[in-house]
């Protein structure tokens, strides 16, 4: 589904190399996990598959589903079907969360050729999706992500993530900054999404979100490279003993 | 839920914007000519001029006695230079003063005698001029009656006033809604108690020029008590190369009456800059209440800034009244420089006075505009919210006044000023001034400048939207205030402007 082959990505005004050879296949249906120190490259490396400016791409490839994701506009990558939950969801005053998420659904159906949403059809699926994640109507009318909390914030992104319906989510630290009620919502609002086809690319610095949503692979990211692979015992190994083991062992 | 409903169907319009603006592609929409025939009246400006303009008018004696006045103050008065807008020296004598399509020369009596050829200009521009219902086709019309609304419309094609819809039914209600012409000639003792009394004869240079040669415009008085049965609204096209438009308008809404004015204006591409300098004066009784709104989308001149209209209006109101109450809702898109102050004279006690603004300019456009409140009588309130949104190599000047006079007693005003800068080759400004003269009147005053945020259109664009739908979104977010301040067809309007205004000024 999702094939990263060897990308090396660096800074569009400046001589920064931050993303050196990554390698990463992400399976239809599977969840990938990736962890790794701060300022390893992790949030670049979903930026530079959502198409956000401001990076060079100086190597390699990545595609979804055989479609080649570097040479498409941001917005095509989205209606191609690719998803970024960001770590840092941004505000946007004056415009209803609610209008938002309608105008970024139609604004996709458009692009694929289908009519919009009707508004009957598009509330009943808002109500639903928003309910499960317990997010109120009040919060559907504010300015999007304006005054939310850090775990408003994030439920938000689902609740972006379930109406758009990509086929591959890509989740940059959506569990930091949570309580572990928030964690869970988040967690089952990501494992509701699970139906066997979609593909997850998880971003995280702990454990515990990885024990609500269960990675089928744990990859560890230091220094712009995936520098070690395995199943999920790797994020219990990070958990116990840090990165520190595992980086003196690649060197 | 019933909440969220609400808010759906309400917030639906910023979709359907968005939707809309996609389809229209190609940036002004208006800029197609009309193919008439006109006559003109020679050019320059002299007193042969202005009589032949009042001759053309058919108008009395004092009215053309009050114009060569004005013509004999203008020759000593100088333009003014203190805005903030640039623009070649224009040459008063190398232009029109007088253009109306030949077809017009014997009055028609109706609407139906209008030429085909002008009343299809009007029909592109999609202004009704047929006594209909305007069936909002939008979500959010539900707040509108069930059978549609209603809006009376006055015509003005260069010139002249091509008709006035509706006419008969609002002089039911006692209202009477005309050309500023026909005001003259019928209601000569109206227009003669207010005309030039909220802006007098010599106020600025452009207002003298407009007294002087003014040749069309709109009459409204609503007589006491009176709820206007329907809004009105004035379309001012200017078609004519080479030729000035310069539109009077008077409204007088009696004591406790109460009436809602949309003016609409657009004109044609073309290389050389036309003049426009209007001036509307609105005199505002006891317990009387006005809302004026413009949607102003003049052309603009090209993307290099050429041509273009030079949009120099004066607008008053005068709450003479107590408790009075004036609302101002601009949106400025077009023009190549916008030169305008509405403003409210706070006379009356208790009289209150609003202004809501957005202001556009693109590529190479300049807007100097803001508001004065003159506090005179005790308890007056106003509020200014104003949003200036810059693109291009724009320069866009938010100039405000707020006065409080000594018997303005536990006066009050509010100001916001929201600039938003979309690329770094464009300016904004905030020029308040503020004088208070008593001690009980309080003035608040917050200013904001802010970017387009390229995470904000990233954001937007990780979901889908491309970068004009997205630059759009922000933009109608950023004027939401004063969008909402609109009627709803103004609104619906005001958003496709606001996206259409700046295409091209990202990527
Ligand atoms: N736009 C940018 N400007 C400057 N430095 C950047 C930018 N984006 C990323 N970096 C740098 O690249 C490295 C990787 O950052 P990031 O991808 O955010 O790491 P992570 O998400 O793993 O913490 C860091 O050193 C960071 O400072
Ligand atoms: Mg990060």
């Known amino acids: 589904m999702l094939n990263i082959k060897n990308l090396h990505v660096k800074l569009e005004d400046e001589d920064k190399q931050i993303l050196k050879g990554v390698n990463l296949t992400v399976e239809a249906g599977k969840v990938h996990a990736i962890m790794g120190p701060n300022g390893s490259g992790k949030s670049t490396l979903s930026y530079v598959l959502s198409g956000k400016g401001g990076y060079e791409v100086t190597d390699g490839s990545a595609s979804l589903d055989g479609q080649d994701l570097l040479e498409l506009e941001a917005e095509e990558r989205a209606t191609a079907g690719l998803f970024l939950a960001f770590q840092y969801p941004v505000e946007i005053p004056g415009v209803g969360n609610m209008t938002f998420l309608r105008t970024a659904v139609n604004a996709q159906r458009k692009a694929r050729g289908e009519d919009p949403m009707s508004a009957a059809d598009f509330l009943k699926e808002v109500r639903k999706t928003a309910k499960s994640l317990k997010i109120d109507a009040e919060m559907l009318k504010r300015p999007v992500n304006v005054g939310f909390s850090g775990g408003e914030k994030k439920r938000n992104e689902i609740l972006q993530m379930a109406m758009l319906s990509p086929k591959m989510c890509i989740l940059d630290e959506t569990d930091s900054g949570l309580d572990v009620d928030a964690m869970k919502l988040v967690a089952e609002g990501v494992n509701a999404l699970r139906d066997g086809k979609r593909g997850f690319l998880v971003i995280t610095h702990y454990q515990r979100l990885l024990d609500h949503i269960k990675p089928d692979v744990v990859h560890i990211m230091a220094n712009g490279r995936i520098i070690k692979t395995g199943g999920p015992e790797l994020a219990l190994e990070v958990e116990n003993n840090g990165y520190a083991g595992i980086l003196a062992e690649v060197e | ?507």
């Open chain 2, 1 to 507: 839920m019933a909440a969220l409903d609400q808010t759906q169907v309400k917030e639906g319009i910023d979709q359907e914007t968005v939707d809309a603006v996609r389809e229209v592609g190609g940036a002004y929409k208006h800029g197609w000519a009309t193919d008439i025939e006109m006559e003109y009246a020679p050019k320059g400006l002299t007193t042969d001029i202005v009589r032949l303009i009042s001759q053309k008018n058919e108008e009395p004696q004092w009215m053309l006695d009050w114009r060569l006045q004005a013509y004999d103050r203008w020759l000593t008065k100088e333009e003014p230079s203190w805005a903030m807008v640039d623009y070649p020296e224009i040459d008063f004598q190398d232009q029109y003063y007088y253009a109306r399509p030949k077809s017009m020369e014997v009055k028609p009596k109706s609407l139906d005698e209008v030429d085909p050829k002008l009343l299809e200009t009007y029909k592109k521009l999609g202004i009704p001029l047929k006594e209909q219902m305007i069936l909002a086709g939008v979500e959010g019309a539900e707040n509108a009656p069930a059978e549609g609304r209603k809006v009376a419309v006055d015509a003005v094609f260069d010139s002249v006033s091509l008709g006035t819809t509706f006419k008969a039914e609002l002089a039911e209600a006692g209202v009477i809604f005309c050309s500023i012409s026909e005001a003259i000639r019928e209601h000569p003792e109206l227009v003669k108690k207010y005309l030039g009394t909220v802006v007098p004869v010599s106020d600025n240079f452009y207002a003298t020029l407009n007294s002087a040669v003014f040749s069309d415009g709109s009459f409204v008085y609503v007589p006491p008590g009176v709820r206007c049965p329907m809004e009105l609204s004035t379309y001012f096209r200017i078609n004519a190369e080479n030729t000035g438009q310069f539109e009077r308008t008077l409204i007088i809404a009696d004591k406790g009456s109460y009436v809602s004015y949309l003016e609409g204006c657009t004109a044609p591409a073309r290389d050389i800059a036309q003049l426009h300098a209007a001036v509307v004066e609105i005199i505002i009784e006891e317990d009387a209440e006005v809302k004026y709104s413009t949607v102003q989308n003049w052309y603009p001149g090209d993307e290099n800034g050429k041509g273009g209209i030079y949009n120099f209006v004066t607008k008053r109101a005068d709450c003479r009244g107590d408790r009075a109450k004036i609302m101002w809702t601009q949106v400025e898109t077009g023009s190549a420089v916008t030169w305008k102050y509405p403003s409210c004279i706070l006379r009356g006690d208790d009289s209150q006075g609003e202004f809501y603004s957005i202001a556009i300019t693109n590529n190479y456009q300049q807007a100097d505009t803001g508001t004065k409140m003159v506090h005179l009588g005790k308890n007056t309130k106003s509020r200014i919210v104003s949003k200036g949104i810059s693109a291009g190599h724009a320069q866009n000047t938010y100039r405000g006044l707020v006065s409080m006079h000594p018997k303005a007693k536990n006066a009050r005003n509010y100001t916001q000023c929201d600039s938003l800068l979309i690329g770094n080759k464009c300016g904004a400004h905030t020029v308040p001034y503020i004088e208070v003269k008593n001690n009980s009147a309080r003035v608040e005053h917050e200013a904001t400048t802010s970017k387009v945020d390229d995470d904000q259109l990233f954001y937007c664009r990780s979901r889908g939207m491309d970068e004009e739908a997205a630059v759009a979104l922000v933009v109608n977010g950023f004027c939401k205030d004063v969008l909402q301040a609109l009627p709803m067809e103004f609104a619906m309007e005001a958003q496709q402007l606001v996206a259409i205004s700046l295409e091209g000024s990202v990527g």
